[in-house]
């Protein structure tokens, strides 16, 4: 079902459960900023969700509130990531789903990172 993406940040959310270790998670990197971990079901033959550590609903909330030490930590851990994973080369997809008609479901902040595989056209109607 997706979300609001005007509410508020809800604590009891499966990544924020994620973050504070109370459900597993598949970790790919971890640093000050970010945590990534693989989707539990996968689109691609990668598919990788990268989170923000800090409480952010979608990517409105933390383009609109994060500290430009998160936002630059964030944003430099997808790359990382991305570069980890051999995907530079021959190129890879971030997509972040924000509110109803972005299809976001889970109200924290998510980048996917999707490769290893031609992925098609951006967007399928
Ligand atoms: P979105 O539609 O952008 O909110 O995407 C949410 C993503 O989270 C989906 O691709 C789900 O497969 C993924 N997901 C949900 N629960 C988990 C989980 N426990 N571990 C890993 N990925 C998950």
New binding site residues.
């Given amino acids: 079902m997706p979300i609001d993406a005007t509410q508020s940040y809800d604590d009891e959310n499966?990544f924020a459960k994620?973050l504070r270790g109370e459900?597993p998670?598949s970790k790919v990197y971890e640093d000050d900023w970010a945590y990534a971990?693989d989707?539990?079901?996968p689109q691609a033959e990668i598919h990788t969700?990268v989170i923000p550590k800090g409480a952010y609903v979608s990517w409105d909330d933390f383009s609109a509130r994060a500290s430009d030490a998160e936002i630059g930590g964030f944003v430099r851990a997808v790359g990382h990531v991305a570069r980890a994973k051999g995907l530079v080369e021959p190129g890879y997809r971030l997509l972040a789903?924000i509110g109803a008609h972005g299809?976001?479901?889970?109200p924290h902040l998510?980048v996917?990172i999707f490769g290893g595989q031609p992925l098609g056209r951006m967007i399928c109607n």
């Fill in positions: 499966i994620i459900i998670s971990f989707d539990i079901n969700l789903n299809g976001q479901e889970v998510h996917h």
